[in-house]
C-alpha cells in the first residue's frame, strides 16, 4: 500500500465519520435540496459541485498547513490534536441539545441559473470559518503526530471524503422532494442522526485522548 494511504483501521473510521457527516442535514443540505426544488435538479447539482470544489480547497489549504506544523512543531500539532478532540466533543453535544439545522422557506418555482448556483455552493464553503475550524480540527485525528507521510495522508484523507459524499448528496438531490418532506415532517429521523453524528464523534475524542493520555 503506498505510503500516502492511511491503514486499513484508519480508512473504515473515517469512512464511517464522512457518511454520518453526508447524511447529517446542515447548511449546504439545506442549500442543495432548496434550490433543487425551486430551480431544478440541475441547479441543485450545480450548489453541490460548487460546495464539493469549496471543500477541496479548504482541505488543501488545511493539509498544507498542518503538515507544516507537524514538521515544524510535532507538540504543538499533539496539542492540536486534543483541542480538536475537545471541539469534536463541543460538536457531539451541540448535536443532541440543538439539533440539526435544516430551515428551507418555500420558494416559488424559478428558471435554473447553473452558473450563480456553483458560484454559490463554493461561497457557502469558502466563506464560512466553521468549516475551515472543523477541517483542522478533524482531519488531525487520522494522522499519527511526526508521521513523514502526513501531507500525501491529509490530501488523501480529502479527496477520500469528497468521493464518498458526492454519490450521497446525489441521491439526495435526486430525491429532494421526499428527503424534504421526511425531514421537516419526522423530526425522529433528524434525532436519529444527530445522535449518530454525536456518537461518532464521541468515540473520535475518547480515542484521541486516551492516545494522548498514554
Known sequence: MPAFIPDWPTLAAFAAAAIVLAITPGPDMTLFLSRTLSQGRAAGFACMFGAYAGVTVHTAMVALGLSALIVAAPAAFAALKIVGAGYLVWLAID???????????AEKRQAPHIGASFLTGVGINLLNPKIILFFMTFLPQFVVTGDPHATGKFFFLGAMFVVIAVPI????VLAAGWMAETLRT?????????WLMAGVFGAFAVKILTTQAR
Open 186 to 194: 419526522r423530526p425522529f429521523v433528524t434525532r436519529v442522526l444527530d
Open 169 to 172: 448528496t446525489s441521491a439526495m
Open 95 to 105: 448535536a443532541i441539545r440543538n439539533g440539526s439545522s435544516l430551515s428551507m422557506k
